[in-house]
């Protein structure tokens, strides 16, 4: 069975910088396009960034894009999400996904396999 867990969450100033990560268990972790995805209370859960199975090509939304990068290594299974100049609208539970579909896609049903979650509170 999948499982995915995030870590790295906290509480950080505006304009700060956090580093969160994604333990992958199972075989098929290397074949796979994996995203992040954040929910902030009250919101849809919205689309954040993804990576390629060799960390070779990724893409960004819009709100996040330039501030936030994302990584990985197929040697642990671990993909990463670094965040600069965080906002207060940055604040939200994170998560990880497989991608299931389309390479560039940035739809929830997309993704597949979730983690529970990794808080991030940027305060002003």
């Known amino acids: 069975q999948v499982q995915l867990v995030e870590s790295g969450g906290g509480t950080v100033q505006a304009g700060g910088s956090l580093r969160l990560s994604c333990a992958a268990s199972g075989r098929t972790f290397k074949t796979y396009a994996m995203g992040w995805f954040r929910q902030a209370p009250g919101k849809e859960r919205d689309f954040v960034a993804a990576i390629d199975w060799s960390g070779g090509a990724s893409y960004y939304g819009d709100s996040v894009k330039g501030r936030f990068a994302m990584s990985r290594d197929n040697a642990k299974n671990t993909v990463s999400l670094q965040m600069n100049s965080l906002k207060p609208e940055d604040t939200a539970v994170y998560y990880c996904?497989?991608?299931?579909?389309?390479?560039?896609?940035?739809?929830?049903?997309?993704?597949?396999?979730w983690g529970q979650g990794t808080q991030v509170t940027v305060s002003s």
């Open positions: 996904a497989y991608l299931h579909g389309p390479f560039g896609s940035m739809a929830g049903t997309d993704f597949g396999s």
